[in-house]
Each structure stands twice: as structure tokens, then as C-alpha cells.
């Protein structure tokens, strides 16, 4: 009897196995041979679950971005305001060293997105914008509902995105540190929206 292979479990626990091969070398030069060496299965198989390097990219840093998700649910289910969820948020990025070399890959990513974006790049990008755009979005239409800010904070929801993805390579390339940044904005964004009390 033939053993049947859930396929998309088996490019789960593939990818699952070389997240810290990406971390430690990068996108540019992981190679499909220390990917296959690494999940312990020929170089062929790889192409029976992955189109090509790429594909292994993105289904890795689709785990990193459910990582993100599930600590981010995490912090939502606390007794926390709706600042304290904004600022966590924004600061999913820089919570420890591990997040830190997951966050080199996203600028490794954002600059071969800049120069050389493939239609799959651009489809990740985009999957990863509305799913976080979504999160941002139900934050601040509880609030609203609440009562506890403007209801022109729907605009800045794209604000909102624009400062984080600008803060991962300002952080960067001018060493600005980022928790001090986040604070700022998140402080001056809340002097704003907030409805004070009459």
C-alpha cells in the first residue's frame, strides 16, 4: 500500500527546518542543495514541494509573519488599551535578537523587491499588507466603537503601515533607535486622535 504525503504539511516541515538556514545566510545565498541537505531529503524531492528558491522563501517567511500574528493575538488578549495595542504593533519587529535577524531578511527581501520584483514578490507583499492592514483596522474601529477616538483615525491606517515599513529600513541605514521613534508616535498619534473628555 502506498504511503500517501500530505503535500502541504511536507512544505511546512521543509520550510520549518530551514528557518535558521535562511537566517544564517540570507536569500541571496541560500542555495537549493543546503536546502534539501538541511530538511535531510534529495535536491530533487525539493521541486516535488517548491517551485524553485523563491517558493522556499516565501513559505518560510510566511512562518516568520505567523509567528508575528500569534504574538501579537497574544498581547491582544490582555486587558491592554488601544495605544498599548498600536505601540505593540509597531514594535512587533524589534522585540529580541531572534525577531532582529528575521527582520534582515524582510530588508533583504525589501531591497531585491525594489530593484528585481517578481509577480510572486509582489503577491506576498500584498498578502502580508492586507493581513496586517486587517489587524490595524479592527484595533481602530473597536476603539471608535468604544468611543475612545476619532473616527478619522480610519484614515491614518495607512499611515500607520507606511511608518513601520519605513522604520525597518530607517532603523537601518540611519541607526535611529526604533523604540524611541515608535514612543514618539505612537504619543503624538494619541494626542491627536483621542476624544477628551468635555
Sequence with gaps: MAIVVNKEEKRKNIALSCKSLLLEHGIKNLTISEI???AGIGKGT???????????VFEIMTLFVTEYEQYFCEQMKQNISTKEKIYHFLNLLYVDEKVQKQIAIYREFLAISLTDATPKMREF?????????????????????????????????????IFSTGLVVDSQ????????????FVETLFALITIKDK
Design 173 to 184: 541605514l540611519l541607526e535611529i533607535n526604533p523604540h524611541k521613534e515608535i514612543d514618539c
Design 46 to 56: 525539493i521541486y516535488e514541494y517548491f517551485q524553485n528558491k523563491e517558493d522556499i
Design 125 to 161: 507583499s500584498q498578502d502580508c499588507h492586507d493581513k496586517f492592514t486587517g489587524i490595524l483596522t479592527q484595533i481602530v474601529e473597536d476603539a471608535i466603537k468604544k468611543g475612545e477616538i476619532l473616527p478619522l483615525a480610519l484614515n491614518l491606517i495607512g499611515a500607520l503601515k
Design 36 to 38: 534539501a541537505k538541511t
